[in-house]
């Protein structure tokens, strides 16, 4: 019988809160939230807006909606952190000449410098996973969040 999001495998109380996946979830990513405070606290930097460097530096040129896409944001939402970042100096906003209704990004200096820093590598033991079981834990969490996705288009 397959397990449902809240049934743990091997069966029994499936009503108890440490059984739901999701909530195991959710919880990490609290966790993980809590522990990058303070490194991008001390850069002026949020979550989001750390996140969206390191997907900027991915490809030079995104438009704002393949971004938002890649981060699960909405361009209303992604907007107002892009201004802010623009402010900072990470992010250069540009016109695209071919297309005026689209906005393309790229990474300033400071923003590749930063990004280049890594800020994120000092959570690596925190995680307690080594170089084996980093990249199976990542991989399986993404593909929940893809079949998740896939199940609920409509």
Not at 114 to 135: C, H, K, Q, S, Y
């Amino acid at each position: 019988m397959p397990t449902t999001a809240q049934t743990p495998p091997t069966g029994g109380d499936d009503r108890k809160l440490p059984t739901f996946l999701c909530f195991a979830i959710y919880s990490a990513n609290l966790a993980f939230g809590r522990a990058y405070k303070p490194l991008l606290d001390a850069l002026g930097l949020t979550y989001t807006q750390y996140i969206a460097l390191v997907a900027l530096a991915d490809e030079d040129g995104q438009t704002v909606g393949a971004l938002g896409e890649k981060l699960f944001l909405e361009s209303n939402t992604l907007t107002p952190i892009l201004k802010k970042m623009e402010q900072m100096g990470y992010v250069e906003r540009r016109r695209d000449p071919a297309d005026e209704r689209q906005v393309r990004l790229s990474l300033t200096p400071a923003g590749r410098k930063l990004v280049d820093a890594n800020p994120g590598d000092a959570l690596i033991d925190a995680t307690g996973l080594n170089e084996e079981t980093f990249p199976v834990l990542q991989a399986s969490v993404a593909r929940l969040r893809d079949n998740l996705m896939g199940a609920t288009k409509g």
